[in-house]
């Protein structure tokens, strides 16, 4: 084992701001240049043409419902490229909570294979619903609102979610014919009955855990092409990533990671990270595999306007483009980047984090275990009552690093694996663990 010692002292001529240390890949500012707003026009045109894509909308109309809806899903994935594999993914759902009756529910799966097991998705909710609204017959003079036995009133769902569904076909078309062999495997899904309380996502997400799928990151996109606020405030320059807590949670690790690297190829597109997993009283599909242990974020536009949300109302007049497409590139940037670079390493050992206070008993003594293909690794911590990362050192191919008299209780250290192209992994953080209760003694009085 090598072992990097280095001083406070050195850090003057070591250590660089986070961004600094960081490579902009000329082969993924061509995938992102390859993102077109006339595509993503021309892809949500057709799809809200269905006029719903309810997910009980079933018919025999070559031109109405989600049947059409996820066929043309499907088909159009197909076309993109011979590497990309689709399928539908689909589920015997019996009658439940807002689903009324015994329905064949799929997700629409593009699978670009990668060279290793590991996978990254990109997601979006292809279904739709909209409220009955007070004026028509079937409200029978109430207020209006959402009748779930209704599965065709007009539900165009061009913002939610039919930009997250165009934006990761979009994804998918760009990265796999990007002629790019990436290491992680890439899944694209267009999730079914999200609005049905994430049915589609938490059938897979179950499948997942079932099968042991290793799941890196999960870039759900939900409501992401509106810039008009129904407060009338615009903002095209901005976009959340809302990810679950703890502060460091591997969710929270990649919105780090989505934000540094959004920064870096999208210079001037802001990514406003929120210390949340979703939006007050709302969901989204990340959750369902957020709850299985999964990594995973939502990203969503930064200005809602919640009069179009679930009406007829929310058609193509009500999504941004140029917008959308900026935030496309966005989550091509990171899901390029993270796909590119080695799986992150491991900092856990079988007695919990490998950090120690090392032979002085003042200094952080961190050990890893290397990734495969990484040649170098870049070291981040920050103080303990900070949001991101504050400094860096990239060390060469080495399993451990000592910060002498850093103290491991004052900061949180992680530390990201480095491939020979210098894509990065996303942070692997060195997290305190909890303290069970029966390991606190508790101290009598008077002593
Ligand atoms: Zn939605």
Redesign the pocket.
């Known amino acids: 084992m090598r072992l990097l010692l280095c001083t406070t002292l050195c850090a003057a001529a070591f250590f660089t701001t986070p961004a600094a240390g960081q490579i902009v890949d000329p082969r993924i500012e061509e995938i992102l240049q390859d993102v077109s707003a006339d595509r993503l026009h021309e892809y949500l045109t057709t799809l809200t043409g269905y006029e719903t894509r309810h997910s009980l909308s079933f018919s025999d109309r070559p031109d109405f419902g989600v049947l059409p809806a996820r066929q043309y899903i499907f088909e159009t994935m197909r076309g993109f490229s011979d590497r990309l594999q689709v399928s539908f993914d689909c589920y015997e759902v019996e009658p439940q909570g807002r689903i009324p009756e015994r329905a064949e529910l799929c997700n629409v799966v593009a699978t670009l294979p990668g060279r290793s097991e590991r996978r990254v998705f990109v997601s979006g909710?292809y279904d739709t619903v909209a409220r009955v609204e007070a004026s028509d017959p079937a409200a029978g003079g109430s207020g209006g609102g959402f009748d779930w036995s209704r599965f065709d009133n007009p539900a165009p769902g061009a913002n939610?979610?039919g930009s997250?569904t165009v934006l990761t076909m979009e994804v998918a078309r760009v990265l796999s014919q990007s002629g790019i062999e990436f290491d992680a495997t890439l899944v694209f899904v267009a999730f079914v009955a999200?609005?049905e309380g994430l049915v589609g996502a938490s059938l897979m997400a179950a499948k997942a855990e079932r099968e042991g799928w290793v799941i890196d990151a999960m870039f759900n996109n939900?409501?992401i092409g509106n810039s008009l606020g129904g407060n009338g405030i615009l903002d095209s320059r901005t976009l959340r990533v809302f990810s679950e807590d703890p502060m460091d949670s591997p969710s929270r690790q990649l919105a780090r990671f989505i934000r540094r690297q959004g920064t870096a190829y999208m210079p001037g597109h802001e990514i406003r990270l929120i210390a949340r997993e979703d939006r007050f009283g709302r969901g989204?599909d990340h959750t369902a595999f957020n709850r299985r242990g999964f990594p995973g974020v939502r990203f969503s536009e930064s200005r809602e306007n919640y009069s179009r949300?679930h009406t007829a109302a929310d058609t193509l007049g009500g999504v941004d483009f140029d917008y959308l497409a900026r935030n496309t590139r966005v989550n091509a940037a990171g899901v390029a980047t993270i796909a590119a670079a080695p799986a992150a390493p491991k900092v856990d050992g079988p007695r919990g984090p490998m950090l120690s206070r090392g032979e002085t008993g003042y200094h952080a003594d961190m050990s890893w275990q290397r990734s495969l293909g990484a040649t170098a690794y870049r070291v981040v911590w920050r103080e303990a009552w900070t949001p991101d990362w504050q400094h860096e050192v990239i060390v060469g191919n080495v399993d451990r690093m000592v910060l002498e008299n850093i103290s491991i209780d004052d900061y949180v250290f992680g530390v990201a694996a480095v491939g020979p192209d210098g894509h990065e992994s996303v942070v692997s953080a060195y997290v305190r663990p909890p303290r069970a209760r029966s390991d606190i003694r508790e101290v009598g009085p008077g002593r």
């Open positions: 909710h939610d979610d997250g999200e609005e939900d409501i989204g949300q």
